[in-house]
């Protein structure tokens, strides 16, 4: 057993700490989550929207979005007309809590890890930005497209190039690479 131990040490290592960083920053946007009201929208998500109206108000988008009255979610207007909600689960925390789990686990020098998580929370937020403006866009002009927009192509584009930042991390900045 201790050969064995030793033997996939390094694996090991890579699964604890990716567990371990994944839980801590779970539990603790959990607890964010928690301070606020079942009804309320998110800090995050609030943010996340007026990013996207301001976006979509650089190319001189008719787009208004809103607190809804009655749930906890935006409720985004595109030409007069009610196109989307943004809801919690599109702010890209998740998304973000996975590729600094991912980073940590085959972290490398201190200022190198620091400066390249920061750099993807900031790359994922504006491509998540911009993924929802976009979405909000194309769902207005082909709204029959709308299952395979929102549950296959921009999950693919933001999860493929969160796996693109992984791989670049491993091969060029961690402590594995050559």
Not at 18 to 37: G, M, S
Not at 56 to 84: A, G, P
Not at 122 to 128: G, P, R
Not at 139 to 159: A, D, E, M, Q, S
């Amino acid at each position: 057993m201790k050969k064995y131990l030793i033997q996939f040490k390094p694996f090991l290592i890579f699964i604890s700490t990716f567990f371990a960083a994944y839980i801590v920053l779970t539990l603790v946007y959990k607890l964010y989550l928690d301070t606020f009201d079942v009804n309320d929208v998110d800090g995050i998500t609030n943010i996340v929207g007026k990013n996207v109206a301001q976006l979509m108000n650089v190319f001189h988008c008719d787009i208004k979005i809103y607190k809804s009255i009655t749930d906890s979610w935006l409720e985004v207007w595109y030409n007069k007309h009610y196109s989307v909600r943004i809801v919690e689960g599109c702010n890209a925390v998740s998304v973000i809590i996975l590729f600094i789990s991912f980073v940590l686990a085959f972290s490398g020098k201190l200022k190198t890890t620091l400066l390249y998580i920061l750099f993807g929370i900031l790359f994922i937020y504006i491509l998540n930005v911009v993924r929802i403006a976009l979405l909000i866009v194309l769902l207005f002009y082909f709204p029959k497209y709308n299952h395979f927009l929102h549950g296959t192509f921009f999950p693919l584009i933001i999860y493929g190039s969160v796996f693109i930042l992984w791989i670049v991390w491993v091969n060029k900045f961690s402590k594995y690479a050559k």
